[in-house]
């Protein structure tokens, strides 16, 4: 075969191949949008999201595809919630506590002892002041696409047995590194000490930190419980998470497929929501066969009017009163 007739050839096998392999790639024409998650497998907002991108693919036909990245493997939380705002990550999966850091609006859903359980919260949130709360943090960078359950926080210790508000006064509390947070343990009269999530386990062998707060199935997913065997139910905080898209990713779907991903986005919240409720039991579960002990607080009252000046200092700010207002007049009974 003469050479220009093998070049042919080769290069009709390869547009053979190339066109193959057009047949088999989804109809994409945008690259695949990473989606930054903290949590490992089997976490409920992990099975949730996967489900969710899986439900998208296959609704938009393949135009949209989205990459789930858990274990917070593209970065930690304080640096992906900036990243999403600038649009260098397309979607993630959040806490409010860190997202408020961006919106300070946001503040007011997760100030202490607001709700007493989270029928109060997603009441509110899958209403008129979910909707309010979606075009606040719509202008300040992300679009939410569902609110998730990021349950109820407690406070736990590796030495200390907490029972009652004194009982903090001078521990090292590990927290996120948000206003909230860090006011709410100095509060207390203890000393809040801001550590990413994935290092927190590593704070507690180092002997960093003395107790950190977060919710039953994170103190089990993270190993947490491994070292700090006394959990005290306060409960202080019922916040919601949500499942947010970059404002600048957004603005570059086509407005069908922008229907498609929020109906997919909360049809992904309510699974969560669910397979959250399980979760909460099997974690607890889990703490007492490990030795974890449980302390519940006698009475709130202490520690509500310990809170007085961070409720009074949103209390005031026009950026938050409005919400607050609102949340106390329908999220409490
Ligand atoms: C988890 C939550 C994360 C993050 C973490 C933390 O429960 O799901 O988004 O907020 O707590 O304490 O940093």
Redesign the pocket.
Known sequence: MKLCHRLALAASVLLVQVAASHAQAPQTSNAPLRLWN??PDGYP?TVALNSFAQDVKKITDGRVVIDVFSNGVLGD?PKAVPMVKSGELEMAE??L??LSQEVKSMNAINLPFLFSNTEQMFRLLDGDMGNQFKTRLEAGGYVVLGWYD??A?SFYCVKKKLTGPRDFAGLRIRV?ATDIYLELVKLLGATPVAV??KDVLDAFETGKIDCAE??L??FISAGHYKIAKNFFLTEHVITP?ALVMSTQAWKKIAPADQIKLREAGQRSALLMRQLWQKRVIEARDIALKAGVTFERPVEFGAYISRMKPLHQKYWVDPATRTELMTILAGGVK
Request: aromatic fraction near 10%; charge should be neutral.
């Open positions: 903290i949590h907002v939380q959040f806490g506590g860190p990021g349950g926080r996120q990413p999530y977060n919710n199935p994170s998470e």
